[in-house]
């Protein structure tokens, strides 16, 4: 028996409203959905751990249940932790590399011409779908040639001269993969009057989480806690991130799924694209020139989550000049690191048509989008090129 | 953020709102907690259905006479010229979505449930097995209700049972049928988890209607009705009932199933899609825990995932619904409305909440408790004074059944239009 | 009229009456069984469902409680698919008196219960869902145990041995010839026909209904009926038994049963003349849940489903007797010795824990009477769904394809029975609740094999409904395979199902706050609002 601490599946009603709007269930019968492997199973694991179904692990974590739940289960996170609560852990070095962004990310930036070389060989994706049962289909993220927090020590010096700060959370992606959006980010801050502080963070702990290492994706959540309180100069000022899944993991996962408590931080986190809009409001606002672009926006999973996807387009309807088409919510697919195994990189792909088809429909210019693995996800199956909508601020800003 | 009216709660009530308040060119936002009760609806719009358990024909005519009696009802606040108002501004919206809604005029019509009992309503969507198909089937000798093989909230032999029964179909054979469909064997692993929403999407792939189409006609060759749990798609029923009934040469037609209710997610889509196309912000899976009232104004509402960050309008509609979702809590000894702590209308003892029976003829009090507002459906707060800047609208407000009366859609259509009226009306007259 | 013959009747089927009907069975005995509802739907339903180890009677009724123990140990081995040895804890709380802590180590120690005093942080580590604040604790050999399924077990394997039960059948009146009785003229409810049974025995096992049977007799025969009232949480809150360490009383018993908990009891005296019509009060909750609260605190934040409430069937031998004071002795009654009445025999008192035990003297005692020898075997012959005592893991591999949580459900209410209900078609196994995994195979299983009538007969013997919706999507798609599975017509299907949820509102009423109310408004919303079942009287006019 354990302690039962979260008990939000006592609340489902049974309405099956989740299972209606789970991406995977509707695209494989492997999966029963969201309310029988959340709220409907727990009960019965509570009663003996044996009676866990396997076919939780076809669960993406996308939380499109939890947005779609009338009763507030936090069916996502019930699913999440009887993964690792209840079933025997096989190690797996394809889940540790694939679950260690950080530890990756440090290799694959010093050595990123190389990697990059390799991720894109036939006869690697033959190997790595054979030895490590990634999907050769996959394309890999590139690794830049240098981390953000570099590129970062350089402007760190100008930074000061900004009487007012905000803590910016980059996350794995932007050091590692692509520290544009950074500098992105860093510009539209700066534009904003604000200067930009930098913490010793390590991963959130988002595929930690998905690959099952609990206890490493708590020692992160701990150290993130306490290296961002601790970097706090008062109640006031926004901690940022311009990836909807960090910002989902330090509001939502931290207390929710981690059982830990984020209360120093949790007011101060703030979704990048809400923060700015926030500014604008207050009269901060940005001269921006028009940028007579058609674009498509997707609003990711986790955005969507917090509720935060909104706050997106209301800052691309700033922009002057641009067509934004919004797309009919749908999952990508790719989940994080979901996409990235053979089991499920078929159902991935399921996942996704709906939403490559709308895109195609659309015929846009390029897709912007929040989260770094829709983006991948999306220029790996559609012609259209994905940026952040940060980036597009950047790019309009005078 | 900052927005000139925000909407607390997406089901009927809210959604008929926000359209009414973003066509008129209002910055309107939408926040749901979760999918609406239209999940779980008929999928047709029930005006008035029953007066004192008596079924209505006239829905008006007893609206007239409803006005006249009970004070407090929504109805006598919105007043008849304004439900006719908001019932035609409702089907007109849902047109623009290419979601057709039948009506019969000055009279109420029937339509089929699951159990083959017989339901007062007003509007009913084009495919559904309605008083329109009826007037067209006297001539009909033989009715096919079918079922897929499967699926198991559907059973057509209690259905055929129940509806034979009925003086309409006394002349009519009434048969319940079986249809296996491959495309439900297939990849199958887990059949348990059918539900009409998995079926429908079976239904969405164009690929699959020939195929299905051959399989009713062979399973109801010689009817002249088929009648069939309510699968054919959410967005694209209206293209698959034209070739169903073309390739098929039948009459086939809908029944609501039992959660989830495809016909709802229609409406539920068509009302989303309308709202977004007019501009309106939609911010889904967010829930609102409190607000910041003074001097009798709501100056700003937080939400569960930015406790800090405050939403600001200059009026807000409150349409969360009843208990089911979420808009009344009830807990051991109260009853307590939670984002605003309303006034509210109900028996502070638990024992008086409901009656002795499941099926008892008076239903159960609970259900006509809620928010009482005054004549602009604007509530009190517990000290008895009117918000000034609140609206509320949908199964949040007391003084209605909507089982009992069968009135659920009708309220939630007529105070949400009203509601929005009130904001429009008073944001003019400020500018 | 049918009439029917056979050499013992008995009336009632609670725990003890199938009890004896399986002792006679296995001793030869050619007998019928004849109950006015359902099996164990009177008070061998309707208690907490506690395996006694006895440590609950040890300090004040030794006997009860050396009973218990022992039979405990037998049940374990002949019905072990109807029994979890969680284990138990006695805990005592700050504000209880800390003397009966060793009170109760010593007379368990005295009644051969296996107590045991262990730390509290042990207690916290075996049970982390207990009030934290306690100051002792003591393990024993506590365990759940299914009524339902016990009871369905016994008349299963007597119907097998060629015994025959006729349940909704209601006896009117006890036959005599001068002193001897000689058969019983009955109801048949479902049938709605009347028929006559002749034995030269008659046991009357109606438990508080008894006073009842023996006046058609006309002998006088006197109930005391005390009323205990439980409430049952949406899920596990504890996984072993706890009980409070002290003088019982209300409220001070949490058992894990299956998938959820019961607080259990309240005891109230109550007029004979109300047994039929029991109603949980108001207040009973009140208490159930604030002392359930002490034990773990949960209690205040779980849903609550139901509550319900039982008779206790105590005899009064003589005097006033307050309900729980009175010893849950067993009492037999050979009417020949008491009222010159040949033939008929009364068994009554007793507990769920020692039906067996009073089977096997009841049988005894009418095998006295008939001349035959054979020795009792009820102690070591297991139950059907016993006979092999196999773990979830296997029974998980042996199935494999079927989703775990479905394999480990059927098995742990049907045992080794799992075998006649289980296959790998697809549609044996698609869910008809999906709060308790009851399959359609189970539903087909259990309506041709165990004597069910109605839904309300098929959630006993499946769990179907009993989980946190209570029926909402369950209740109609099982009214329909009565039709497919059973010989009733898809009215009479549509009737079940009215009456179905007619039935669950009873024990949901009384709880209607919070996510109860909402589930409540929801199923209310389904079957009112959207299929009209209220309104199928009108309909057909």
Redesign the interface.
Known sequence: MIKLENISFDHCIKCTVCTIYCPVARVTHLYPGPKQSGPDTERLRIKNPELLDVSLKYCSNCKRCEIACPSDVKIADIIQTAKWRYSKKELRIRDFLLSRTDLMGTFGTLFSAIVNFFTHLGMVKYFLDVIFKIPSGRTFPNYASGTFTKWFKSVRKYQDNYADKVIYFHGCYVNYNYPQLGKDVVKVVNALGKGVIITKEKCCGVPLIANGYIKKAQSHGRHNIKVLSSALPDDKTKIVSASSSCTLALKHEYPNLLELDNSPIINNITYITQFILEEFEKGNILRLKPLSYTVAYHSPCHLERMGSAAFTIELLRKIPALTVKILHSECCGISGTYGFKNEYYGISQSVGNELFRIIDEAKPDFVVTDCETCKWQIEMNTKYKVIHPISLLAEAIE | ??YDCIIIGAGVAGLTAGIRCAKEGLHT?I?S?????L????GSIDLLGYRD?AVVYKPFEAIDQLTGTIAQHPYTKCGKPLIIEALLFFKQECEQQGLFLFDNGNLNHFHV???G???PTYFSQRSVFNEDVYSRFKAMKKIVIINF??Y??F?P??A???LS??SLFANCEIVAKQIEMPQL?D?????????S??IA?IFEKEANIEKIADLIRLAAKDADFVVMPAVMGITNFNQIHNKLQSRTRLLVYEV?T???SILG?RIDNALKSRF?ELGG???????VVRADITDDVVNAIY???????PMEAQCYILSTG?????GL?????NMYEPIFKLKLHHEPE??K??N????H?D??A??QYGVLTDESLRPYDSNNNIIQNLYCSGAIMAHYN??KEGC?SGVAISTGYKAAGQIINLLKRMS | MKTLEAEVIVIGGGATGCGVLRDCTLRGIDAILIEKNDIASGTTGRNHGLLHSGARYAVRDLESATECIKENRILKKIAWHCIEPTGGLFVTLPEDDPNYHNRLLEACRFAGIDAKEISVKKALSIEPNCNPNILSAIWVPDGTIDPFRLTSANILDSIERGAHVFTHTQVERIMLKQNQVIGVQCYDKTAGEYLEIYAPIIVNASGVWGQHICKTAGIELKMFPSKGSMVIIDYRINNVVVNRCRVPSDGDIIVPGDTVSLIGTTSRKIPYDTIDELVVDDDEIDVLLSDGEKLIPNVSRARVLRAYCGVRPLIAVSGEMDGRDISRGVVLIDHKERDNVQGLITIAGGKLMTYRLMAEMTTDLIAKKLGNSKRCLTYKIPLPGSEKRVGYTKKIKYFSGIPNSVVGSTHYRHGERVHNILSLKKRNYGLICECEMVTLGEVEYAIKNLKVNDIVDLRRRTRIGMGPCQGELCAYRAAGLFTEFGDFTPDESTKLLMDFLEERFKGVKPVLWGDGLREFEFTYWIYQGLFGLGLVEDNNT
């Open positions: 953020m900052r936002a926040i907690s979760g999918m609406s009760a999940h779980f609806s008929s358990n449930t699951t159990l009992t017989l339901k093989e499967g198991r909230d059973h032999q209690l055929a049972a129940q029964k009925h064997q990849d199958g692993k887990y059949p348990h988890e059918f539900r929403i998995d999407r609501p039992l959660p989830p997610m977004a912000v939609y911010i889904a899976g967010d829930k939400t569960n995932s930015h406790p800090e960050n009843s208990f089911f979702s979420g809590v009830s807990e051991f000894d638990r024992n909440w409901y002795q029976n499941f099926f003829r239903s159960h609970f259900l909507p089982i659920g």
